[in-house]
Nanobody, 122 residues
Framework: QVQLVESGGGLVQPGGSLRLSCAGSGFTLEYYAIAWFRQAPGKEREGVSCISTTYGSTYYTDSIRGRFTISSDNAENTVYLQMSSLHPEDADVYYC???????????????WGQGTQVTVSS
């Protein structure tokens, strides 16, 4: 059974950092694309970053480029999102999801985690 479990969210001050983890089970993560999306209540879901180990590719949306870094640990079957210089507008529930290739379209992803809350506030 394919499962994705996010962790690492929490409360951080503006300018601070967090590292989110997305642990996969039931499949070999390195053969798929893993993306991070975020969504706040009443807002549309937004693709944040994606990694495709197969193609050696990483993608970032403009609003977080240079502040967030996506990486993978194939031995741990886990993808990370290192978030730095966090802004209040980065506060959302962050989800990881898996698909065959990277895309900003959420409907192209087959499996989703339950989400982890990121709060940026002083």
């Amino acid at each position: 059974q394919v499962q994705l479990v996010e962790s690492g969210g929490g409360l951080v001050q503006p300018g601070g950092s967090l590292r989110l983890s997305c642990a996969g089970s039931g499949f070999t993560l390195e053969y798929y694309a893993i993306a991070w999306f975020r969504q706040a209540p009443g807002k549309e879901r937004e693709g944040v970053s994606c990694i495709s180990t197969t193609y050696g590719s990483t993608y970032y949306t403009d609003s977080i480029r240079g502040r967030f870094t996506i990486s993978s640990d194939n031995a741990e079957n886990t993808v990370y999102l290192q978030m730095s210089s966090l802004h209040p507008e980065d506060a959302d529930v962050y989800y990881c999801a898996t698909a065959w290739t990277c895309s900003w379209r959420g409907d192209e992803y087959d499996y989703w985690g339950q989400g982890t809350q990121v709060t940026v506030s002083s």
